[in-house]
C-alpha cells in the first residue's frame, strides 16, 4: 500500500468508532479523530474497557465451583473518558466496528 492509498484508508475511517487494545490488557473504544506519524491515536466519545481482577476472577470461579456451575461469566469494568489520545507504541490490535447495515452487499 503506497501512501496515497493508505491516507484515504485512514481518511475513510474518520469519524467511524475503533476498538483499540493496548500493552497492559485495556480496551478502548471512541469516534477515531485522527493519528500523526508516530502512530498516536486520538478518539473522540472515548470509553475505557478492563478485565476483572485477579481477585475477583478467583472469586467468582469459587463461587461456580460451589454452585456446581460449568462456566464463569464476569463483566469487563467500563468507565467515560471523553478525548483521548492512544499512545502508538502501547497499541497492541485496532479494529473497525461495523455493523451488518454498514456493509456493502457481498463484501
Not at 467468582?60 to 461469566?73: D, H, N, W
Amino acid at each position: 500500500m503506497d501512501k496515497e492509498e493508505a491516507r484515504d484508508y485512514l481518511s475513510s475511517l474518520l469519524n467511524h468508532t475503533l476498538r483499540v487494545v493496548v500493552t497492559d490488557g485495556r480496551m478502548f473504544s471512541g469516534s477515531f479523530k485522527c493519528t500523526d506519524p508516530d502512530k498516536n491515536v486520538i478518539l473522540a466519545h472515548a470509553y475505557e474497557y478492563r478485565q476483572p481482577t485477579a481477585e475477583k476472577k478467583a472469586e467468582r470461579a469459587q463461587e461456580a465451583a460451589s454452585a456446581s456451575q460449568a462456566t464463569v461469566t464476569l463483566d469487563m469494568t467500563s468507565r467515560y473518558l471523553g478525548l483521548i489520545v492512544i499512545p502508538g507504541e502501547h497499541i497492541v490490535k485496532m479494529e473497525v466496528e461495523r455493523f451488518a447495515s454498514q456493509l456493502k452487499s457481498g463484501v
